[in-house]
């Protein structure tokens, strides 16, 4: 069926730089999506979404970006600390439900000192 | 203020008990939802409240499970007669309001439940 996928399973960045997850999603009626961040033995932590009326949303050090003509999604972090290493999961209201949600299977972010 | 809260944390039961796991969601949020979690993988919807109401219970893997929030609240997952392939992460979720159209509100998460079935 369809979902939500990521090319990178892992990253590894030196502390201070950037990074990007990527993520991308086969379903063309899903018109909202996530990112969460889980760090071990916790449950996912919301970090941004964007509505697919939007290309680019920021918050604090992270950005994402949507790019609907190929069906991907991004993450941008900047100046990436110690404490960003967890798993990156990108969501998508599936299908364009107006609750559930399909997950990816997760980017896991290591950031070196 | 109080995020949502799960317990127990960690759940071993031996294959064939019944086990229950139970979800406090953030006070006021209509909508509760129960996801298990593989190893290694991203969660995976298993059922949707809103209020005492189970409208989509469409990921259950089996009639082995089941769910309920009596009074608009709590939750409580069961599974009953146990395997080891119920092994997993349970995570519960909940969100402000039900949204009868339009995109999701935010879904916050519980710590999850670890459920190891030997």
């Known amino acids: 069926g369809e979902s939500v996928g990521l090319h990178l399973p892992t990253l590894s960045v030196q502390e201070g730089d950037n990074s990007i997850i990527n993520c991308a999603y086969s379903?063309?009626?899903?018109?909202?999506f996530i990112w969460y961040k889980q760090e071990s033995g916790k449950g996912p932590q919301f970090i941004i979404d964007i509505r697919s009326n939007m290309d680019k949303r920021q918050g604090q050090r992270v950005t994402v970006l949507l790019n609907k003509t190929v069906k991907h999604l991004s993450l941008q972090i900047a100046a990436t600390q110690p404490g960003d290493s967890a798993v990156y999961f990108c969501a998508e209201n599936s299908g364009g439900s107006n609750y559930k949600l399909t997950f990816g299977k997760g980017t896991l972010l290591t950031v070196n000192p | 203020g109080a995020g949502v809260s799960q317990s127990p944390r960690y759940k071993v039961a031996k294959r064939g008990q019944d086990v229950a796991l139970r979800c406090d969601p953030i006070s006021g949020h209509v909508s509760l939802f129960w996801y298990q979690q593989a190893l290694g993988q991203g969660p995976e919807f298993l059922t949707y409240f809103q209020n005492e109401a189970q409208l989509d219970k469409s990921g259950l893997p089996s009639d082995r499970f089941f769910a309920e929030r009596p009074e608009g609240s709590v939750s409580t997952l069961k599974i009953q007669r146990t395997q080891q392939e119920d092994s997993a992460v349970y995570l519960c979720?909940?969100?402000?309001?039900?949204?009868?159209?339009?995109?999701?509100?935010?879904?916050?998460f519980g710590p999850g439940t670890r459920l190891t079935v030997l």
């Open positions: 979720a909940s969100s402000y309001s039900d949204r009868g159209s339009g995109n999701p509100d935010t879904q916050y």
């Open positions: 379903n063309s009626a899903s018109d909202y």
